[in-house]
Nanobody
Framework: VQLQASGGGLVQTGGSLRLSCAQR????????MGWFRQAPGKEREFVSS????????DYVDSVKGRFTISRDRAKNIMYLQMNNLKPEDTAVYYC?????????????????WGQGTLVTVSS
């Protein structure tokens, strides 16, 4: 396993969670990284991405102002701080490493996927 996601769980509407994605074995220091999510019955969608050095970030409109992506290159860990969670945020969240160094939005630009971590937001 090259990418290991953790931090999911059950939270009430308005609550917070922090997801982590640790790099194991292969290190993606020069690659952008990101988070995607997949809700039941829906396709996997882009959530957020961070460039190789953390200097650029990108978010899907529905999470802007609520989620914050970051990475600690010294520890080889990426984070997704999720605040003010809503029931529509319920999904399996996947971390990913990109083929490129700059932020990406498309699944085709992903070179490695982590296993998912389930986030459930109750109303």
């Amino acid at each position: 396993v090259q990418l290991q996601a953790s931090g999911g769980g059950l939270v009430q509407t308005g609550g917070s969670l922090r997801l982590s994605c640790a790099q194991r074995g292969r290190i993606f220091s020069n690659n952008a990284m990101g988070w995607f999510r997949q809700a039941p019955g829906k396709e996997r969608e882009f959530v957020s991405s961070v460039s190789w050095n953390g200097g650029s970030t990108d978010y899907v409109d529905s999470v802007k102002g609520r989620f914050t992506i970051s990475r600690d290159r010294a520890k080889n860990i990426m984070y997704l701080q999720m605040n003010n969670l809503k029931p529509e945020d319920t999904a399996v969240y996947y971390c990913a490493a990109a083929r490129f160094s700059d932020v990406v939005r498309f699944k085709a630009d992903v070179s490695a996927w982590g296993q998912g971590t389930l986030v459930t937001v109750s109303s």
